[in-house]
């Protein structure tokens, strides 16, 4: 479990952070995650990797979590930017550009932006994404497509050429 845990907490803590957006209810909510994942260790067939397994279980606890606390809004963390050393404009221009992305995924669904969340910053497959919804896997695909046709719809309508993201 020791094991586990170090392998796993930081990627659960940050998958739970991501969806209440508070720290301290992340905290907690991480920790119940791996209290659950102790005390059904025997339910898990193998059938998905250990991660996948763990993040359904975070998904439900932070969704449990939220619907106790009504004013948590979703959130997503931009990862670090590119920025270039040649260029002193460049940290101002990818902040206007997360900024602006981060915008735009605010616009979409919470399906969508759940999805768009679990294949690109948690980097998890169809096959986890699906496990981790509860969707067949073919849904998980459809999901993805649409979310990231509508992504980059809002992002044109923001005057930012989605490629360049």
């Known amino acids: ?14 998958f739970v952070l991501q969806r209440l957006r508070d720290h301290a209810l992340a905290e907690d909510v991480t920790s119940d ?6 005390r059904q260790a025997g339910r898990f067939e193998g059938r998905s990797a250990a991660l996948t397994w763990i993040l359904a279980i975070a998904r439900y606890k932070a969704f449990a979590a939220r619907s106790r606390s009504r004013s ?7 990862a670090a930017d590119h920025c270039s050393a040649d260029d002193p404009d460049a940290p101002l221009q990818a902040r206007d ?18 999805v768009i969340d679990l294949v690109y910053y948690q980097e998890q497959s169809m096959d986890s994404v699906a496990t981790i919804l509860g969707i ?7 999901r993805v ?6 992504l ?14």
């Open 1 to 14: 479990m020791h094991i586990l845990f170090s392998k796993h907490h930081v990627a659960v803590y940050r």
């Open 152 to 165: 980059a719809d809002e992002l044109k309508k923001a005057g930012l050429d989605w490629v360049a993201i």
């Open 72 to 78: 948590i809004e979703f959130d997503i963390e931009m």
């Open 145 to 150: 497509f649409y979310a990231r046709k509508r």
């Open 97 to 114: 550009r997360s900024v602006l992305l981060r915008k735009c995924l605010t616009r979409l669904s919470p399906a969508h932006r759940e």
């Open 33 to 38: 995650v791996f209290l659950d994942v102790w």
């Open 136 to 142: 067949p896997r073919n849904t998980a695909k459809t």
